[in-house]
């Protein structure tokens, strides 16, 4: 137990250092960047004096090894510089938008695990039935999909034809919530959050429930599932305890990519439903050539994936008893 | 009267080729205490058969035929809920497999506990004190209880599947080659564990292999099984000194013998037919030194030849000729396949 601990630590540490790596690369990308990285702040009209001056606030006027570890020392105390556009620093720019990021990302994830995993059971039971190649062509053709068309056309239906769920944004016009758990117990953001996150998990959801559909054929093969039904341990006992618990473990690592998968998936599908969200922020930065608050966000990006691959770790070495953290090194 | 009776069983499998007929009308009975081996080599319907015995088949097998008595109960027309009352508390098994036959995400205990409590009406504290005692019976640390199956050697996973197999003191074992995966000193001393246990507690036992001197050690009957039929059955004795059919004497021959050391193993060649369309006649004809014209085409009944000793073969005369014979090799060498 004694070890477990150290080797989580190990892990973080392993975590910092790939963050690390990330955080220069962005650096030396933004820096490598054709043009001024102030050629959006600046205006033409502003004289070589006033543009010195400028270079001068924003530190670009110090050798490239200075910035960076300049960049890096604002880094470590969670400063982010400041944004051209916004004209507020990147750190609060992000932090507005992030919590509607991690909750449509959180939803669709939940919504299309959920169902992904049963479905997959569902489906490797009934192999060779009707309902299996059914299915698996309803699943093929939303893993195919392309998410900004399914948005589009949930959006002409649901929203445009029928009027059920509004169009876009994350609240009704004019609403203005206080707090983060205001907007979590109001039923309007739920309604707001329908389709976006909709979208979201009908794209999410071929990986897991074609991965825990083949797993789980591959396990019912296994000598313990036929042992336990050999032990009358009826049906669903069979089908849960004994296959699906084991087909799950991959698919554990998988929701780790799954969370790349949905991060990527926001930049589409933030735009198509106007939800304010790190994905739009980001399209933002860049059609404005905000180069830090682009920086920020890929930053933040990385950093939540590489978080959920820590997690995704961690979590499998409690799932199954044969993978020990140690021996994974 | 028999514990259990098979009379006739078939199971099919629906393949993409056509039906496979992998086990093809076999009998047999099992009285109280009493053991019976089921050899033959490998696909010849020996599992299958076990399968079909406690109806956990694969998905494309179906049973056309057949009867399997246990206690007066037909086994083939129960519902699964019967079946499930059955399996364990009458009927269990000891799998081919022991290596994968545990859950690898859940202890040992969590097995032990789960079959006890669901199906044995055990409470908590009596089915972990009767599996601390299944475990030191098989020679096996009841501590080990706690480990996950990865953790044990394969001859420990070996003796803990069988203390899994007596968790409900059933009256009929299954073992499906239990130690074919072992190496041979161990192999030893499971069969030997497996023996006594079975004199101990009054067990009948139905033993699959394709070893027939394991069967020597361990059963009171053998069935020889050949491509989805039984060829020869008879006590052991019977069988291992009198052999009647040339498949059992060419097992023999392909098995060291201990009263002749220094003999020759000798194989027979060729595999078993396809059983999508076995040939017409005896199964064995193809690959058999002795078959003559009509065995190719007309299937020989298994026939009562003395005793307590049946034999699907023409030969019924001159077996003491047939069996000098097939103890040379040339005699195996003759046939072309």
């Not at chain 1, 540490?13 to 043009?35: E, S, V, Y």
């Not at chain 1, 959180?106 to 299915?135: P, Q, V």
């Not at chain 2, 060829?231 to 000194?241: D, M, N, P, R, T």
Request: proline content about 4%.
């Amino acid at each position: 137990m004694q070890n477990k601990w150290k080797v989580i630590a190990e892990r973080f540490g392993q975590m910092l250092i790939t963050l690390w790596i990330i955080a220069t690369i962005l650096f030396f990308i933004f820096r490598l960047m054709p043009g001024n990285p102030l050629v959006a702040y600046i205006d033409p009209t502003f004289t070589e004096e006033q543009q010195q001056a400028l270079m001068q606030q924003f530190g670009l006027d110090k050798p490239l090894h200075v910035q960076y570890f300049v960049f890096l020392k604002n880094l470590v105390q969670g400063e982010l510089g400041d944004s051209f556009f916004f004209r507020d620093s990147v750190t609060n720019v992000i932090a507005k938008v992030l919590p509607n990021t991690l909750y449509l990302m959180i939803f669709a994830l939940i919504i299309a695990y959920t169902i992904g995993i049963l479905g997959g059971i569902l489906l490797a039971w009934h192999r060779g039935e009707k309902i299996e190649t059914l299915g698996i062509i309803l699943t093929l053709f939303t893993r195919a999909a392309p998410q900004f068309w399914v948005g589009m056309i949930l959006l002409a239906v649901f929203s445009f034809q029928f009027n059920i769920f509004p169009s876009g944004g994350a609240s009704a016009a004019g609403q203005v919530f206080n707090s983060e758990f205001d907007k979590l117990t109001s039923i309007s953001f739920y309604y707001h959050l329908f389709l976006p996150a909709l979208t979201l998990s009908i794209y999410l959801l071929g990986l897991p429930l074609l991965l825990m559909r083949s797993n789980m054929l591959d396990i019912m093969n296994e000598a313990y599932v036929d042992m336990a039904k050999m032990r009358g341990l009826g049906k669903f006992r069979v089908m849960f305890k004994y296959a699906a618990r084991n087909a799950f473990l991959p698919v554990v690592t998988a929701m780790a990519v799954g969370v790349g998968y949905a991060m990527g998936g926001n930049v589409i599908i933030e735009t198509v439903f106007s939800w304010p969200g790190l994905g739009r922020l980001l399209v933002k930065a860049v059609s404005t050539s905000d180069y830090p608050l682009a920086q920020g966000a890929f930053i933040l990006i990385a950093a939540v994936m590489v978080f959920m691959n820590f997690m995704a770790d961690i979590i499998y070495s409690l799932l199954d008893p044969r993978v020990t953290l140690e021996s994974r090194r | 009267m028999a514990l259990l009776s098979v009379n006739d069983l078939k199971v099919f499998y629906e393949t993409k080729k056509g039906v496979s007929r992998a086990v093809d009308g076999i009998s047999f009975n099992l009285k109280e205490g009493e053991s019976i081996g089921l050899v033959g080599e490998s696909g010849c319907g020996k599992s299958t058969t076990v399968k079909g015995i406690v109806r956990v088949m694969d998905k494309n097998a179906f049973s056309p035929g057949g009867e399997v008595k246990f206690s007066n109960k037909d086994i083939l027309k129960l519902t699964e809920d019967e079946l499930n009352q059955l399996r364990w508390r009458d009927i269990a098994m000891i799998p081919q497999a022991a290596m994968d036959s545990l859950n690898p995400v859940y202890t040992v205990k969590n097995q032990f506990l789960e079959v006890m409590l669901l199906k044995g009406g055990l409470s908590k504290n009596e089915a972990l004190n009767k599996a601390e005692n299944l475990f030191k019976l098989v020679g096996l640390n009841p501590q080990m209880l706690n480990y996950y199956s990865h953790q044990f050697s394969g001859g420990m996973k070996q003796r803990a599947v069988i203390a899994l197999a007596l968790a409900l003191d059933p009256k009929i074992i299954i073992a499906d080659e239990p130690v074919t995966a072992l190496d041979v000193i161990v192999q030893h001393q499971i069969l030997k564990e497996i023996k006594d246990l079975r004199k101990r507690l009054g067990l009948a036992m139905i033993m699959i292999t394709h070893d027939i001197s394991v069967v020597a050690q361990t059963c009171d009957n053998i069935a020889v099984m050949y491509a989805g039929k039984i060829v020869e059955k008879g006590s052991s004795i019977q069988i291992l000194k009198n052999a009647f059919h040339p498949y059992t004497m060419g097992l023999e021959n392909a098995f060291p013998n201990l009263n002749e050391p220094e003999k020759e193993l000798i194989s027979i060649e060729g595999a078993p037919p396809s059983l999508i369309n076995p040939p017409a006649g005896c199964r064995f004809a193809p690959r058999c030194p002795f078959a003559e014209e009509i065995c190719f085409k007309e299937e020989p009944d298994l026939e009562e030849l003395e005793l307590g000793h049946f034999s699907a073969c023409i030969y019924h005369n001159n077996l003491d000729q047939l069996r000098s014979k097939a103890k040379e090799v040339e005699t195996w060498q003759k046939i072309n396949i």
